[in-house]
C-alpha cells in the first residue's frame, strides 16, 4: 500500500492545546502514567497519607488524595500551566534534582486528554479552592481537608482514537495497581489505599522497610530473602536479596529504585545479575527489592519523559559496586548464616529446656573426611565419652513422639556395611546442642545412595550429598585461584598463529583506548587496520575457549562495565565443570564419619545454601511438620 503523500504548509506556530496533546502523547501512555505521575507530586508535596480510587480500571476516572502541603488558590492555575512547577529554577536545580517529578508538563498534559479537577488547602488556609479544566479555569472556593486531590475523569475523551489503543479493563487496572505497588514498596514512610470500583483492594499503614516488602511481596518472598546495606563513598545500597532457591521463571519480582525512583536501567540489572551467575539456575530471574542512594548529581534523571530511565556519571563505578554488594551478600547463603528453608520451629519449641540432646560421639577422619573438612575439628562433648556410654533417655513434652525414642531405632554399635548403611547410636551430650554449633546436625543415615538423612534441633535435615560437594570443591577451588591471582600477575597463553577478526569501529576504538585495562585482564588486542583486531594472548585459564568470541565479549563489557564480568563468569563456568565431575557421585555409599564431615563443610562453606546451577543443596523437615503429615496429636 503506498503511503499517502505529504501536506506542503509553512511553517508555523502550534497552538498550546495541540502542544499539550502532543506532549500527552509521550507522558501519558495509559492510566498507569497518569498514576505514577499524581503519585510523586503527593509524596514531593510532603504527603505521609495518599489515596488511590480508580473507575473502570482509571479509564473513567482517577482520583488520588493526599495530606501534604497542598496548593496556594493563586497557583491553582499555574498547576496546570505548561512548563511549571516549584520543583527547580535554574540549570543547576536541573543537575541536582531530588525530587520524584520536576518536567512541569504531567499536570497540563493529563489535561489536555482527559477533564481535571483540583481540589487543595494550605495548612493555614480557612477553606480549600478547586479549579477545573485547564489554566485558563476559575479558582473557586471548596470543601475538603488539607492536603490535595486531583481527579481525573473520561481519559482521552477528546481523542478517541488514542483511546481505541487501550486494553481491557482489567488490564489497565493490573497496570495502575502495579505502579502503586511499587511507589508504595520504596515508601513505607506513607500509608497507601487502594481503591478500584469503590471496592478496596490493598491498604498498607505506614510501617518498616521489612514488613512494607512482605506484605506487598508475599510471605514467599519474606521468607527467603537477606538484608543488605552498604556503603562506599557517596554510593549506599540498601533492600532485600532473594535466595537463588526463590528465583522466579519471570523478571517480575525485581525492584530497583535510585534515589526512591523506580528505574530500569541496564547497568544495575546486569550487575546484580552477574552477582548472581553462580548460583542461579539456567535462565530463572532473582527476586529483590533495592534501594540505591547517591548523589543527585551523579546521575541524570530526564533522559525520558517517563522518568523510567536513568544515567549515571560514572557507571563503570556504580556496576562495580552493586555487584560487589549483592555478592557479598549472597555469600551469607550458608546453613551457618541463613538456611535455604524458612525459618524452623526454634528448640524451646521443640523440647523443654534442658532436656539433653542426642548426638554422635565425636569421630576419627577419614580420607575422605579429611578431604572434605581440613579444618573439622571434634564436637565440644565430654573427653571419652562413647556413643554407647549412654542410652536414650524418654523426655517430655515438645513433640507427640520424642526425638530420643526415635534414637532407640539406631542403638547398634555394628559398623555401617557399604551395601546396607545404617545410622549410628546416639549418645548424650554434656549440653544441648545449640543451633548456632552444628545447624545441619547429625548424619542418621543415607538414601539410595544420593541423599543424607540428618537430624538437628528443629527435625530432619535432607542433603543432596553430590550439590553440596559440589558447592565445596567449587567455592575451595575458586577462592584458592583468587587467592594466588591477588598475588601473582593472571598467567597468559601467547597464540602461536594471532586470530583476527573483522571489528566495527567501537571495537577498535575500546581495543585501543582500553589496552592497558586488557592486558591486566589476560588479552593483548591490537588493531591491525581500522576494521581488523588480532588476539595475540589470552589468560591460560581459557586458552581452549573460542578466542574470536570471548574478544568480543572481553571488549564489549570493557567498554560498558569497566571490567570484564566475561572473565569471571566464563572462568566459573570451567570450574563449576570440575568441581561437578570431582565432587562424590551418587549412589557411592559414605560411611557416618565421611557423612557428617561434609554436613560440617557445608556449614563453613559460602553459597552452600545452592550448588553451582542453583538448585537447593538440603531442605529443613521440622518435627511439627512432620507431626503434621502422620496426625499425631490430632
Known sequence: MNAPAPTHRPIQQLPDQLISQIAAGEVVERPSAVVKELLENALDAGATQITVRLEEGGVKRIAITDNGRGIAPEQLPLALARHATSK?????????????????????????????????????????????????GTVAPSSGAFGTTIDVQDLYFNTPARRKFLKSEQTEYGHCAEVVRRIALARPDVSFSLTHNGRTIDHWNVSEAAKRSAHILGNDFAEARLPLDESAGPLRLHGYVGLPTASKARADGQFFYVNGRFVRDKVLVHAVRAAYQDVLHGDRFPCYVLSLDLDPAMVDVNVHPSKIEVRFRDSRAVHQFVFHAVQRALAQTSATAHGSAPAPISAAEVRPTGTPVWAPRPHEQTSFGAQLAPTFSPSPFAPGSRWDDARPQPATGGVAQTTAAYGALFASNEPAKAAAPVGVPLSASDRPLSNDDFPLGFALAQLHGIYILAQNTKGLVLVDMHAAHERILYEQIKNALDARADGEEL????????????????????????????????????????TTLAVRTVPTLLKNADAQTLARDVLRDVREYGGSRVLIERRNELLGTLACHTAVRANRILSNQEMNALLRQMEITERSDQCNHGRPTWVQLEIAALDKLFLRGQ
Open 88 to 136: 527547580i529554577a535554574s540549570l543547576h536545580d536541573l543537575e541536582h534534582v531530588g525530587t520524584l517529578g520536576f518536567r512541569g508538563e504531567a499536570l497540563a498534559s493529563i489535561a489536555s486528554v482527559a477533564a481535571v479537577r483540583i481540589t487543595s488547602r494550605t495548612p493555614g488556609a480557612a477553606h480549600a479552592h478547586e479549579i477545573v479544566g485547564s489554566h485558563e
Open 491 to 530: 598467567q597468559v597463553q601467547q597464540l602461536l598463529i594471532p586470530v583476527t577478526f573483522y571489528a566495527d569501529a567501537i571495537e577498535v576504538a575500546t581495543a585501543q583506548d582500553h589496552g592497558e585495562t586488557l592486558k591486566t585482564l589476560g588479552f593483548d588486542i591490537a588493531a591491525l587496520s581500522p
